[in-house]
């Protein structure tokens, strides 16, 4: 099945404790993107990657760092985490940028920083 | 500052009936603009794509139109159910395929 995942679904971490949110995808896609869904702000957009080993801030990338070593992973990392991290994160991926068939989106990772 | 502005207030609408969602933006110029569905605490997902040469767009049900004059889409869900009920996101997306997303609309079907 074609499909984005992330992990994990849900985690609970401490300020300052680095952590890492997977993202994988099998439909070899080259675009990948990672965003943030927070109340009222709606999505946006942390970091995307256009291939392998090319990335590029979006519009809230401060506090996070991603890498795009092979096609099909993407993670997110979280040096330092802080309380102002806490937020739904959703990965995803397209052919390219202007594929008919959009983004495919993950499922998600509920993330909550004490 | 690029803006997008989708109507933040839900759209009750009766089952069979159209509704009509707006997306406006400003300081932007999207090569094309996405929309996409989201369910409470799931990923969004894919509807229609529609480029900035191209004025309509259908899909089954579903109706795009993108006037890059008024820097406007509208989207139709027509003969709407309850299994449309759920929120309605644009996306505005340049040549690049970096997409901004507004905050999206909650469309409310009842039977």
């Known amino acids: 099945e074609a499909q984005v995942t992330q992990n994990p679904r849900y985690l609970i971490t401490v300020t300052g404790k680095k952590l890492t949110v997977t993202c994988s995808q099998n439909?070899?896609?080259?675009?990948m993107s990672w965003y943030r869904q927070d109340p009222g702000l709606g999505l946006r957009q942390i970091y995307y990657?256009?291939?392998?080993?090319?990335?590029d801030k979006g519009d809230v990338p401060e506090g996070y760092k991603v890498s795009r070593k092979e096609k099909r992973n993407f993670p997110l990392i979280l040096e330092s985490p802080s309380p102002n991290q806490t937020s739904l994160y959703f990965c995803?991926?397209?052919?390219?940028?202007?594929?008919?068939?959009?983004?495919?989106f993950g499922s998600g990772t509920r993330l909550t920083v004490v | 500052s690029q803006k997008i502005e989708q109507n933040s207030e839900a759209l009750n609408i009766q089952e069979g009936k159209t509704a009509t969602l707006t997306c406006n933006y400003t300081?932007?110029?999207?090569?094309?603009l996405q929309w996409y569905r989201q369910d409470p605490g799931r990923g969004p997902v894919f509807l229609l794509l529609?480029?900035?040469?191209?004025k309509e767009k259908r899909k089954e049900r579903l109706k795009v139109t993108f006037d890059t004059t008024l820097k406007q889409s509208l989207f139709h869900i027509t003969a709407s159910q309850p299994a449309d009920s759920a929120t309605y996101l644009c996306?505005?997306?340049?040549?690049?395929?970096?997409?901004?997303f507004g905050a999206g609309t909650q469309v409310v079907v009842t039977p």
């Open positions: 995803a991926s397209s052919l390219r940028g202007d594929s008919n068939y959009g983004y495919t």
């Open positions: 439909m070899n896609h080259e675009y």
């Open positions: 990657s256009m291939n392998v080993e090319v990335t």
């Open positions: 300081n932007y110029s999207p090569a094309y």
């Open positions: 529609i480029r900035e040469n191209e």
């Open positions: 996306a505005p997306t340049d040549s690049w395929g970096k997409l901004q």
